[in-house]
């Protein structure tokens, strides 16, 4: 199933690519069946999930490359099955999003990207990660570079050269990881579950923090953390619509969810060793990334920079090193995952009709056109953190968490008045964009649009009323990570 | 098997070369008997991958030696089917093309094959002396005469310094062979020693292109015909590592490990260096020149660490780059006989002009970056893991900060190929049997990347000779 999941978009892609389709026709309709389909498989594996018991489901291993000890070894579990079913609901949301576009091109670099994603969150080899988080890249930076806004060359190399700069130091830790651990195991193995048994040897090594910083680099560019963020508000602003649902819905993700996969999870020791630092990075990244939203001239812009604050939370909950932090964490992120690509699709769709991207061309969209603006008025409120949404669960979460934890409680005090500030960001967004009197005509949502958006409004509401709908497969995945590393800190 | 390869390679050079005049007007012929001599040693050379014992006291016979003739012959194989894209032949003769490269596969398979100081000179130099006349081949014009004349006397520089460092060696040891130098030498080898090993290993590098001995490459890239560029990136290159690599085992004996410590001190600068200069370029020949250098530079460090992951690397990393190079260059060659010139400015919207060309050279240049899933990602990655495995943290820093840089000037050929509009350029056409060529070796590119399990077990089982 795993496979499936995997390599249905990406051999989908080829074809999509293949076809002689110039207007896209056949394309887009491929991607959205792919898409569909691979949707209620996810959603399939991921209530089948025992939750009750945790550990890895679907998995697939294959000998692959035996002189270094790599094999191609998937599986799915409570952490990573959200993410895996949340990847194909945003690639049909962002084809539905692209509906207009008659680029196959365009389409099939879609279908790779889901395909890559889920590898990503599936991989349970650490070569078989970094071949998936390298193969996400090259298909975003042409969605940026080629469909992207007026800045787009310059968005995508940025782009690019900040995620290699933290994978090749991450795959350089990778290498050190397995030759390294390669005593305590008795034989050369990059598989991520063998690694895990032999995490006590590896925090005692010498190396081990500058095993922990070859990871945490990459993870926190990705996540992204201040002050290595800056690559986001260009990628983020400049990329088509399609490519900001993925760039915030999902790849964010990567770097959350490669903090607990391989740095709590491997390196525990030194996540509480440098947990002060990390506390204050997030600290930082809530407040500066509220205050820098609250600046924006640029509606897109405006979101891309919440995103900074939004994932602040997630670094918070991790560094807490706490279950309440890390619950709130993958929360958060999934929460994020919904509602700012939620926001995205309803600003790229506002952006196409108006022209522009100034808040200050645009006023009472609300009066103008009152489903888009309606749904764009939710989640803006999911985006501050309006208990009732999904956002609330994890910010709240990983704030306690937060609390609970020593080396974070001094900074959450702090991290606070993040929450004060970006309201006050997105109430004044509200106020500007969506109140007052309809000035220009705005076309409203069309029906494809609608169904575009329904799945994440649903989302965003249920998540924030129905958490147990997601709380069981986070402690699956979180709890059997926890016990081992209170193990190895003893 | 061995003795069989070398007189075919022999005697099928100098048939080609008196054939030649006859067929100035069907230059496929000869380019097909060509290809069938290399064909037939390439599976003779699988044949002689289970040979033992030396033929005259100065060629190996073993599982190095086929391994050298396989991945050869399969060079001259596809340089062969290359010279085809050119459907009217080149200006100065077919026959003669097929001749030269023949002579220079036999060079590299006597290089990587000899257990002789004299051998290994006598290979090196059949292999100069057919790239010299190469890479001028294209004599009308400016740059060709310019590149062969640089080529050859720098070249004549390195061979020269080859040969006293191979003198002072002899002086210092009493032998030229392999066995009785090795003997000679200790793990603190006299000030003479040291001397000649450093003058070899400068004559090697002149002919890997490590910096600072690579000053002639982009010239010579840049004015020999791509198909031509493409075989000298290739074919000595191929020879040259394998053969040092049977120095490094065979002849240097305890004085290894301090060469293999300069041999890391040369790949790191040329790595680093290459890349700093490449990313000036906006000529693709001058480019991927630079790119070679780099390449070189990883192969080096895996040559360096000594070990059987750093050997079955490099022996990967010569597969992977003879089918990624060659592609690349094959592209370049179907392009320049259609009147484009192999320039940025000549490639924007490429991509656009003729989407499945756009596809086939992106594929060569992500996988010349390392991009997953593609052959040269592998080939960087064992590079990556022997150094782990040797424990040479600094040096795996070096070269993973590198391949930021390395992504950064080969997606400027990307961005040419997409992002730039066509202007009122028309569509591009290339021939059938450019496009079959470049899909074969993409697909080749993505098989080893994907699937390189049987390919590695039997280099394991190649490269584990040098090991004894």
Known sequence: MTLLLIFL???????????????????????????????????????????????????????????????????????????????????????????????????????????????????????????????????????????????????????????????????????????????????????????LSASGYLAALPAAAWLFWGFAIAFLIKLPAVPVHTWLPHAHTQAPTAGSIFLAGLLLKMGGYGLIRFNLALFPGELKHFSGLLAIVAFVSIVYGAYVTLAQRDLKRLIANSSVNHMGYVLLGIASMTAVGLHGAVYQMVAHGVITGLMFLMVGLLAERTHTREIAAMKGVYPAAPKLGGVLWLA??????????????????????????????????????????????????????????AETEVADLEPYEVYAAAPLVFLAVLLGLVPALLTPWIDAGIQPILTLVQEVLK | MTLAVIILLALGGLALALAAPNFDERPTVLGGISGTIFGVTLLLGFAAMHESGVLYGAVQQGPLTGLAIVLLSLVGLLAAAGAAIRE?????????????????????????????????????????????????Y????RFGTEAAAKYLMLGAVGSALLLFGMALLYAETGSIAYAGIAAGLSAHPSALAVGGLALMLVGIGFKLAWVPFHAWAPDAYQGALPLMAGYLSVAPKTAVALGLAVMLTQAFGDAAGMVRGWI?????????????????????????????????????????????????????????????????????????????????????????????????????????????LLAGFLAKLYVFAALAQAGSWAALIVAVIMVIFGYFFYFRILTALFLEEPGEKPA???????????????????????????LMQWLKTAVASLMI
Do not use: C
């Not at chain 1, 004044?428 to 109140?435: C, D, G, K, N, P």
């Not at chain 2, 002579?103 to 004299?118: F, N, R, Y």
């Open chain 1, 9 to 195: 978009p990406i051999v989908a892609a080829a074809l999509v690519g293949l076809l002689p389709d110039p207007k896209a026709e056949a394309g887009k309709r491929i991607a959205l069946g792919v898409a569909l389909f691979t949707l209620l498989a996810s959603v399939g594996v991921y209530f089948a999930y025992p939750v009750g018991s945790g550990g890895f489901v679907s998995q697939f291993r294959l000998d692959w490359l035996r002189l270094i000890g790599s094999s191609f070894h998937v599986g799915l579990d409570g952490l990573s099955l959200p993410f895996v079913a949340l990847t194909p609901l945003l690639t049909a949301v962002s084809v539905l999003a692209s509906w207009r576009k008659t680029d196959k091109g365009f389409f099939a670099l879609m279908l790779l990207l889901q395909g890559a994603l889920v590898g990503l969150f599936a991989a349970l080899d650490l070569i078989v990660f970094f071949l998936f988080f390298e193969a996400v890249l090259v298909p975003m930076y042409f969605m940026i570079a080629i469909w992207g806004y007026e800045e787009r060359r310059y968005a995508a190399v940025k782009f690019l050269i900040y995620s290699l700069v933290g994978s090749v130091f991450m795959l350089a830790a990778m290498l050190a990881t397995a030759y390294l651990a390669q005593p305590a195991l008795g034989e050369l193995s990059f598989d991520y579950l063998k690694l």
């Open chain 2, 428 to 454: 591009v056409e290339v021939s059938a049997t450019a496009i079959s060529l470049m899909f074969i070796l993409a697909a080749a590119v993505f098989v080893l990347g994907v699937w390189p399990s049987p």
């Open chain 1, 380 to 437: 803006l409120l999911g985006g501050l953190g309006l208990p009732g949404l999904a956002g609330f669960l994890g910010e709240f979460q990983s704030l306690w968490g937060g609390f609970l934890g020593v080396m974070t409680r001094p900074y959450v005090w702090w991290a606070v008045f993040g929450i004060v500030i970006l309201a006050g960001a997105m109430l004044w967004t509200i106020q500007r964009v969506l109140l007052g009197k």
């Open chain 2, 88 to 136: 009217n032949g080149f200006a100065a003769g077919s026959g003669e093309v097929h001749a030269l490269m023949m002579w220079g596969i036999l060079g590299g398979v006597l290089l990587v094959g000899s257990a002789h100081l004299l051998m290994f000179f006598l290979g090196l130099e059949l292999s100069a002396y057919s790239t010299y006349v190469l890479v001028g």
């Open chain 2, 264 to 372: 890391t001190a040369l790949a790191a600068v040329s790595v680093v260096l290459g890349s700093f200069w490449a990313m000036g370029q906006g000529d693709i020949k001058r480019l991927l020149a630079y790119s070679t250098i780099v390449h070189m530079g990883f192969l080096g460090m895996g040559l360096a660490s000594g070990t059987l992951t750093g050997y079955v690397a490099v022996a990967y990393y010569l597969a992977a780059y003879i089918v990624t190079s060659l592609g690349m260059f094959f592209s370049l060659e179907a392009l320049e006989a259609h009147g484009i010139a192999s320039n940025l400015e000549a490639w924007k919207g490429l991509g656009r002009r003729n989407p499945m060309v756009g596809v086939l050279i992106a594929v060569f240049v992500l996988s010349l970056a390392g991009a997953p």
């Open chain 2, 138 to 141: 294209d004599r009308d014009r």
